[in-house]
């Protein structure tokens, strides 16, 4: 494609820049087309205006890697993609756009925002005046209505437009595109359209933002890329694959070892060989003679395989059935183990339940208890008696406690024991006694406190009584009144006699109680007089003893009902797995007599077989020595007709005698065998060490040989090596001097490099000089090479490569150490920016002398925009002009002379200069011609986003000279234009102080953030 457009002039301008609700501006139309200052205080948004330059001319889509994207700074660092998303698109109404020209028309791309951080852009076929509706009413001045995406869209659609959402679509249609249906939209004319291009384009950009430094890798990166971008093929861009030459240096030189190996052992393979063939001809012919035996074995061998066949089948058969039986005999023996182990097991469980019942009924019998529950509950409750009396005697305070309870306790008895035995002795008192039995079973069943109730009541009373219970009927288990029943109320009958012994069993207890307590009190009192504390151990050791006795007749009583129950199932089952046992005793008697009798049929068959194989002893030694024939030759394949052939080849040349089975032949060919397996071991030794000392691809060296068809092919492998050894070692040499070539071709093409290289700075540095920068009379860019390019540099010169012999291996370290250092880490390959260290700033004075001292920031902005102007020409498709801003921030930094250097070459090479700085200069005004006070333009309706509020159009921009809209053929002086635009400056300031005033004071303690009227702060600006 550069090809073909080489002769052809094409033209491409940046025109225009809008803000629409972005960066602080509410609604601003900024011409890029010629020079433009733009003056106002400090935070007042001029560097935002010109770092938005980059979302336009960008290949990207949205704001991830902010920082090394775009590189947006401020004093304290890199605004993040937050901050940044934020400033230049704060809401759905926040639009970028640019119009650009080229030689096919005029056309718009419009930026948007698409949310997470993405942004995205239509490209419209129109000029901006066709477009500037959807934004901005001209007649109010004014944001023109219904400002959305939605609309962007539908607009773009109806005058189809691209609607662009990912970077490689952007590349397509921003960068090299000239001969396309799409072209109009093109906006940089690169050379290429790569990766390296374009970052190219965005370094030297970029350098315009970090000007002042003195030095840049951003600049080494450029002009790297520049110079590989200049060369006229592709295939003599700089890619020095040395990685590869290593490689194929290793490969030379294990083949020349190789090579090396086979000449010195040539002779040994030559002996070798020699003897594996005459041992291969010995061991075909044995191989035939055991061919010609084997057969007639066979032969003899069937005659009597049938009854040998037979013979083994009986004993299989005898065999399987006798192993089949001893089978079922164990089985039943295991069996039978396992149903004694159970008997045992359930003898033992019922011994153990027998004992449980046995001892419940005993602590039954001692309390004269039937009811074990009952006894239970008491025994509980006195083996919590006894621990409570353990705790306490744990100390004398807890001791002492103890007895003053067991005091009242026993007080609290005897009472009630008085009261007990007052009853006993007037049972008549009790009330239910003195009723007629109907009305006792009616009131116990009502409640059974009535039973224990003690006192004497009228003949009215009774009565009264009986009269209320004759209302109830018992005839039913619930009881019933006036005929409604009552569910929650069994009848209960009442006994008089039951009610007294309960009554005297009650009496009984509460003695015994006291009795226990009296001892109780009594142990303790012993206990505390005790200063020994030897009593108190005593006792300890009695309750210890009495706990672990209660606990095992509590547990024997809680286990006594299902004891009772459990003893019955276990004595039917013993009674079940008896009868079980014995049916399995009465079949493996059974078994064992079957068992007996196959054994003797099988003792029967063995015998047979026995005689048979003793017949067959002969066969056995044949057999042997043709295993081991078959062991030295292999044991050969020969058919039926192939055996018929051979004998007679036997006989004729043995004068008629044929070969046949005996000992005698048996033992001489078994000879020859065995002296053939120990030839062959010999050889297979003498090969084993030639494949050590000799590698074969075609060989492993592990392998293990295990006859002579093996040993055959090693021989052979080596057959085709030591054949075409002559040839190998000529093509090696071949190799070697290619190998050589290759490299001289490969150094020479990194000198070359670095001459092109060389070359190109020396003529950028001509073309700057070309312009009198401040007060010195050269500035020139000097080249610093990797220290060890110098060093593969001297290699290139010291070696001769043009021998037949390979390098040494340090030559070869050298240049793998500089491509480790500096080549690609994926492709592995040298480019044009390996060979530069950096490149600094080199500046000749007046008098003579030279330095490398970093000058002023004025100084080293005015070299970095005049180098910026001179790489972008070159970046660009050669013959065309490109017209777009080149950035100038703090352009007032600058004095008068450097002033008009910097406008001078930026306007030299077809660009335009979009400049910043706070305070309005004469110089400025002067050779810039265009300006604008960022400040003092702002809108003056309600804004639609908060801070957005910037208005800068067209007609607000100051001219120096004659401006465009004036009708007079003559124009101005330039002294006149000055001071009228200077007063009427001068005047807005006196008339919008205070608003100035107002929209920038807010903003002095912002620090680093955004301020609220938009202001991005950029890299020592603002």
């Not at 569910?487 to 009795?515: C, F, M």
């Not at 036997?650 to 120990?678: N, P, V, W």
């Not at 494949?691 to 021989?715: C, S």
Request: glycine content about 4%; some cysteine; charged content about 25%.
């Amino acid at each position: 494609m550069n090809d073909m457009l080489a002769d052809v002039a094409l033209n491409f301008t940046l025109k225009r820049i809008v803000f629409v609700n972005s960066a602080n501006h509410a609604y601003s139309e900024i011409m890029l087309d010629e020079h433009l200052a733009l003056f106002g205080a400090n935070n007042a948004g001029k560097t935002a205006s010109l770092a938005a330059t980059k979302l336009m001319l960008y290949p990207e889509t949205d704001f991830t890697y902010c920082d090394k994207k775009f590189q947006f700074k401020g004093k304290a660092g890199a605004y993040s993609k937050e901050d940044s998303y934020e400033f230049y698109f704060p809401s759905d109404s926040s639009f970028l756009a640019m119009e650009i020209e080229n030689d096919l028309g005029s056309s718009c791309v419009v930026l948007y925002r698409a949310g997470n951080y993405r942004y995205y852009r239509v490209f419209l076929p129109l000029p901006y005046e066709a477009v500037r509706p959807l934004f901005w009413n001209s007649d109010t001045h004014n944001f023109a209505d219904d400002i959305s995406i939605n609309k962007l869209l539908t607009f773009n659609k109806q005058h189809n437009g691209i609607h662009v959402n990912d970077d490689k679509r952007l590349v397509e249609l921003m960068y090299h595109n000239f001969a396309r249906d799409d072209s109009r939209y093109c906006i940089v004319p690169l050379s290429d359209n790569n990766k390296n291009a374009i970052n190219a384009f965005r370094n030297i950009y970029q350098m315009a933002f970090d000007a002042g430094t003195g030095e840049s890798d951003s600049l080494a990166d450029a002009i790297a890329t520049l110079v590989e971008m200049k060369r006229s093929r592709p295939q003599e861009k700089m890619s020095a694959d040395l990685v590869s030459l290593e490689e194929k240096y290793h490969q030379l030189v294990k083949k020349g070892k190789e090579l090396q190996v086979l000449s010195n052992n040539k002779e040994r393979y030559e002996h070798i060989k020699n003897k594996f063939e005459s041992l291969n001809k010995q061991s075909t012919q044995l191989g035939k003679c055991y061919a010609i035996l084997s057969h007639q074995l066979t032969q003899q061998k069937n005659s009597y395989s049938s009854q040998y066949e037979q013979a083994s089948k009986a004993f299989i058969e005898a065999q399987r059935e006798h192993q089949q039986l001893s089978s079922q005999y164990d089985d039943l023996q295991a069996q039978q183990n396992r149903l004694e182990g159970i008997l045992t097991q359930l003898e033992a469980t019922i011994n153990a339940t027998n004992q449980q019942i046995m001892t419940a009924e005993q602590v039954l019998s001692e309390h004269q208890q039937t009811d074990a529950d009952v006894l239970r509950g008491l025994l509980t409750g006195k083996l919590d008696q006894l621990m409570a009396e353990q705790k306490a005697l744990s100390n004398a305070e807890q001791t002492s406690q103890m007895l003053a309870a067991l005091i009242r306790q026993n007080n609290q008895n005897q009472e009630h024991l008085l009261k007990q035995q007052a009853k006993a002795d007037n049972m008549h008192s009790l009330l239910l006694n003195q009723l007629p039995a109907h009305t006792a079973d009616v009131l116990v069943s009502l409640n059974r406190d009535f039973a224990t109730i003690a006192v004497t009541i009228t003949d009215e009373q009774q009565r009264t009584i009986q009269a209320f219970a004759d209302m109830f009927s018992t005839d039913s288990p619930q009881l019933i009144f006036a005929q409604a029943v009552l569910p929650n109320t069994p009848v209960s009958p009442y006994n008089a006699s039951q009610q007294a012994e309960q009554l005297r069993l009650e009496i009984k207890g509460l003695k015994d109680k006291i009795a226990e307590t009296d001892e109780q009190i009594k142990a303790l009192n012993v206990t505390i007089a005790d200063g020994s504390g030897e009593s108190r151990r005593q006792r300890l050791a009695i309750i210890d003893t009495q706990v672990a006795t209660l606990a095992s007749h509590i547990e024997a009583l809680k286990r006594y009902d299902v004891a009772q129950i459990d003893i019955g199932a276990h004595r039917d089952k013993l009674a079940e797995q008896t009868k079980a046992q014995q049916d399995v005793v009465d079949q493996r008697r059974a078994i064992e007599e079957q068992k007996q009798q196959a054994g003797q049929r099988l003792q029967m068959a063995r015998a047979q077989k026995v005689q048979l194989e003793e017949r067959s002893s002969k066969f056995e030694f044949y057999e042997t020595g043709l295993s081991r024939i078959a062991k030295a030759t292999g044991k050969p394949y020969y058919s039926e007709a192939d055996i018929r052939r051979l004998t007679t080849e036997y006989e004729a040349e043995h004068a008629g005698d044929g070969l046949t089975l005996s000992d005698e032949i048996m033992h001489e060919l078994t000879r020859q065998a065995d002296s053939l397996i120990t030839e062959r071991a010999d050889i297979k030794v003498m090969i084993e060490s030639f494949i050590k000392d000799v590698p074969n691809e075609r060989i492993d060296a592990f392998t293990v040989i295990q006859d002579l068809a093996q040993l055959g092919e090693v021989v052979e492998a080596y057959n085709t090596s030591f054949t075409t050894l002559d040839y190998q070692q000529s093509m090696q040499s071949k190799q070697i001097s290619e190998h050589n070539n290759i490299i001289s071709n490969q150094l020479k093409e990194i000198a070359d490099a670095h001459q092109l290289l060389t070359d190109s700075i020396a003529t950028i540095n001509k073309e700057i000089n070309s312009h009198k920068i401040s007060n010195l009379d050269q500035v020139r860019l000097k080249l610093h090479r990797h220290a060890d390019f110098n060093h593969v540099y001297k290699l290139y010169q010291s070696y001769d490569v043009t021998q037949t012999k390979l390098m040494g291996p340090e030559f070869y370290q050298s240049l793998i150490s500089y491509v480790d250092k500096h080549a690609n880490k994926r492709t592995g390959l040298l480019k044009m920016r390996d060979i530069i260290s950096k490149i600094s700033f080199e500046y000749q004075k007046p008098d003579g002398t030279t330095t490398d001292k970093s000058q002023s920031g004025g100084t080293t902005s005015t070299i970095t925009a005049s180098i910026i102007a001179i790489l972008l020409g070159r970046i660009f498709m050669p013959n065309s002009s490109f017209k777009m801003p080149i950035i100038i921030d703090e352009i007032g930094d600058l004095d008068d002379s450097n002033t008009k250097t910097i406008i001078d070459c930026i306007g030299q090479h077809g660009f335009s200069a979009f400049c910043a700085t706070p305070t309005q200069r004469t110089s400025v005004c002067q050779s810039v011609k265009r300006w604008v006070h960022v400040d003092y333009n702002v809108l003056e309706h309600a804004p639609q986003v908060a801070d957005c509020v910037l208005n800068i159009m067209p007609e607000a921009i100051n001219y120096w000279g004659k401006q465009p809209d004036i009708d007079s053929e003559l124009p101005m002086s330039s002294e006149t234009v000055v001071n009228k635009t200077l007063s009427k400056d001068t005047d807005a300031k006196d008339t919008d102080a205070n608003e100035t005033s107002k929209m920038t004071e807010g903003n002095k303690d912002d620090g680093d953030k955004l301020s609220s009227d938009g202001l991005m702060r950029q890299a020592n600006v603002d």
